[in-house]
């Protein structure tokens, strides 16, 4: 019955298949700009809270906290160049449909292929431009692609020595002259090494907050 029912259903025309993904798209660029805007506003709280760890000259949980906003600098930065390719497939879209309307059908796009199966790779997309994926091949714009293989690049171990630099222009930046002033020697080594809380209940409370900071982070940034 659901075969039948499909025949019998008629097929959208490409303007009609184009409005729907343009509005789409519109929408997922909404979206990525309201994640932009929350991960934006976390950061100021960690910021605050990297002044008040240098202050008592936690570097530390200083140097933690400034590795998180890294990280979350660097998924903007994504999330922008996601933004690019999303309105990129829009315009190639547009493209062609404008050429069905002379050959009376819609034809294959390798520019709409090559950016769709980049953002198939990117963490934040992938879900999404897998359903894009399939409906574009049903209609004819491009070919099936077949990949599983999600950018994890953020989560790599690697990124410990790619963004040690960064961090620290990130910690100097923020806890300003309460990190320069710290003798260059010690203050390698405070960053390197947690700081030794004075008494314990105040180490598990700095502990406590560190990881809701992380959380709310990741969460932004999912």
Known sequence: MEKVMNIIKPKPNPQQLLRDWQRRLRQECRNIDRQIREIQ????NVQKAIREAAKRNDMGSAKSLAKEIVRSRRTVNRLYENKAQLNSISMHLGESVAIARTVGHLSKSAEVMKIVNNLMKAPEMAVTMQEFNKEMTKAGVI???????????LDSDDIEDEIEE?????LTAIAGETAAQLPEAVRKERLKQPAQATEEDEGVDDEKELEEIRARLAKVRS
């Open 166 to 170: 960064e961090v620290d222009k990130v």
């Open 41 to 44: 506003k976390e950061e100021k």
């Open 143 to 153: 070919e099936e692609i077949v990949n599983d293989a999600v950018d994890s690049a």
